[in-house]
């Protein structure tokens, strides 16, 4: 059985800028923007370093792409929230001003979604009150008339 080698990868992290639209010459738009995974800790205790990518969206062919598309989700992200791609690694090549070659792991994203806030409302629960206690019995007092 002969099977193909596959460029897929599912992650989610955290944007941490929001996303930004660009074009090519050609006219078809692109949205970009820094994608941050964190590793966890350590098993002393250790904050393990962050992952950067670089998350690159296309702007579907018109009849493709659904609500889903990486491109979509991308329209209405915003900096720190928490999201989900699926889509293939790259390594991208760039030179930076000073004319050092660097290189960096992106992901071109297909499919894509927001997760909910990793922050959780705190919510408190108010305990039923309990019925106050029936009144004790009054003292009867012998010597008063009772009015009827």
Do not use: C
Not at 25 to 37: F, M
Not at 94 to 112: F, P, S, W
Request: hydrophobic share 30%; proline share 9%; charged share 25%.
């Amino acid at each position: 059985m002969n099977v193909g080698l596959q460029n897929k990868i599912t992650i989610s992290g955290q944007i941490v800028a929001d996303p930004e639209t660009n074009s090519t010459q050609s006219g078809v738009r692109v949205r970009n923007a820094p994608l941050y995974v964190g590793q966890g800790r350590d098993r002393d205790g250790n904050k393990k370093p962050t992952i950067k990518l670089r998350l690159t969206a296309w702007e579907p062919r018109p009849g493709e792409g659904g609500d889903d598309s990486a491109y979509v989700v991308l329209s209405s992200a915003t900096k720190g929230q928490m999201i989900t791609v699926e889509g293939r690694l790259t390594l991208q090549s760039y030179r930076t001003q000073d004319g050092t070659e660097r290189e960096q792991l992106g992901i071109v994203a297909e499919l894509a979604r927001i997760e909910a806030s990793r922050e959780v409302p705190v919510v408190v629960e108010r305990r039923p009150q309990r019925p106050p206690p029936p009144p004790a019995s009054l003292p009867v007092d012998d010597d008063e008339e009772i009015p009827f």
